[in-house]
């Protein structure tokens, strides 16, 4: 097989690889939480089921076009980006400059959600999508200091060059000389990934499941999909730039392997009231990464 036919087959396979695995992801964080609380919890391929079950139902027919568009655009937005993700060691779009890319199209998919909460016109949804916003617009800040440090260390703005440098074993990892860059970004993920204590746009308690609470059917199992290729996309950021990538088995044992602390954590730490979570990402962590950056910029 040439090399375009090998493209269009890693296209075509890679994206159906990450959705169940992702959806393997979502089926572990429950059972791990629930075990953690003592409970047996459902199996792990649970969110498989769901979603099949999902895309077997009608769609909330009482609303307007844009509420039929916002899930796609999500999903859209989120399956693009992951086209930017070196996994096992290759990207389906690799080029310098990819990284900064990756950077504008994460921004589609909460817009996407945002159009289509706001046709739904439901008060919760408003009030989560808000709060997501809001949660991104501090977590936002430290992603991109720590990239910048990243940056800034290794010369190159290419994923793909990036894990290049850090060939040749644990010991060449920019997890150890970016330590408190790959801190600040740890932190910020927490957020990205919306595990506590940064759940506040999905709080059940609260809002209702946020964002979420006037989707059915197929829009809502297009939300499942779209949150299951976010949490590979979002820690594959993590494992390429400090935990020096891997083949294709390794990439994803790291992958779920950042997934893992960040369940953990969401297992013990309360929710923030959204106010306090801006604050929080906007001190320590902002601070932490700009620590980090100042000393890149001095030692480099």
Not at 64 to 88: E, K, T
Not at 193 to 203: M, S, T
């Amino acid at each position: 097989m040439n090399a375009v036919g090998l493209n269009i087959t890693w296209i075509i396979f890679m994206p159906i690889l990450v959705i169940i695995i992702g959806l393997f992801y979502l089926g572990a964080a429950r059972k791990i939480t629930a075990r953690i609380q003592n409970r047996y919890g459902p199996p792990i391929y649970q969110n498989i089921i769901d979603v099949i079950k999902l895309f077997s139902k009608k769609n909330p027919t009482n609303h307007g076009v844009m509420f039929s568009l916002g899930p796609v655009m999500a999903f859209s937005g989120m399956l693009i980006s992951l086209l930017f993700i070196p996994i096992g060691n290759k990207a389906l779009l690799s080029f310098n400059g990819d990284i900064i890319v990756l950077l504008y199209l994460l921004v589609i998919a909460p817009l996407g959600m945002a159009l289509g909460v706001g046709e739904g016109g439901n008060p919760m949804g408003t009030i989560g999508i808000a709060r997501a916003l809001t949660l991104m617009l501090g977590y936002e800040v430290v992603l991109v200091i720590s990239i910048i440090s990243v940056i800034l260390y290794t010369g190159s703005a290419s994923f793909m060059e990036i894990i290049k440098m850090q060939s040749g074993g644990v010991g060449h990892w920019f997890i150890w000389p970016l330590f408190l860059s790959a801190l600040a970004m740890d932190m910020a993920l927490q957020g990205m990934l919306g595990e506590k204590p940064f759940d506040q746009p999905v709080a059940p308690h609260e809002v209702a499941s946020g964002p979420m609470v006037e989707f059915g059917g197929k829009y809502l199992g297009l939300l499942q999909l779209y949150h299951a290729i976010g949490i590979v996309v979002e820690t594959g950021i993590f494992v390429n730039l400090f935990l020096g990538g891997g083949t294709l088995f390794w990439w994803f044992v790291k992958s779920f392997a950042v997934f893992f602390v960040a369940l953990l954590i969401n297992a013990v730490m309360p929710r923030f009231r959204i106010g306090q979570a801006f604050a929080f990402f906007w001190t320590y962590p902002a601070a932490i990464g700009l620590i980090g950056l100042i000393l890149v910029a001095i030692l480099k």
